[in-house]
């Protein structure tokens, strides 16, 4: 029963990490512990990365789990949803005015958007195409139906 569960959880929450799993289950670091080894061994389950590793089911394929571990990212998930309220997909919006809307610094969400920029998830957009400023860049979300639909299937 308590196996099954956490097979669930992992199931409903692809790239869910080991803490997640606690908190979602309400059972004791042991229980899950023992449990995750069991499905690790049974080879229904695998996990991504060394200290802070996600869990995935075994179907889901590397670049996908990337994605996904990408995107369970509280601010790189928060930048992804403010882009993806454009319903036309013709504002952008600049480091400056997501750094205001999330309440974090500029560095910060300058780091989330290469990030995401590099796994091609958002593009980087000249607004102002007479003037070549840093400050007259903005960032949309590239191909948003696809990633709709990539949001929708994993539950991020």
């Given amino acids: 029963m308590r196996k099954e569960n956490i097979f669930k959880i ?13 908190r979602e289950a309400n059972l004791s670091n042991g229980v899950i512990s023992h449990y995750l080894i069991k499905l690790l061994d049974e080879k229904k389950i695998e996990k ?55 309440k974090k610094s500029g560095s910060t969400i300058s780091v989330s958007l290469k990030t995401l920029q590099n796994h ?21 979300i590239h191909n948003k139906k696809s990633w709709a639909i990539f949001f929708k299937k994993y539950n991020l």
């Fill in 10 to 22: 992992i199931e409903k929450t692809p790239g869910i990490s080991y803490n997640e799993i606690v």
């Fill in 48 to 102: 991504e990365g060394i200290q802070r590793g996600k869990y995935f089911l075994k179907n889901i394929i590397k670049n996908d789990r990337v994605l996904i571990t990408l995107l369970r990212n509280k601010t790189n998930s928060d930048i992804f949803r403010i882009l993806m309220e454009d319903q036309d997909n013709v504002i952008t919006y600049t480091n400056k005015e997501l750094s205001k809307k999330l």
């Fill in 120 to 140: 091609n998830i958002i593009e980087r957009v000249i607004m102002n195409k007479r003037i070549k400023l840093t400050n007259d860049l903005g960032y949309k």
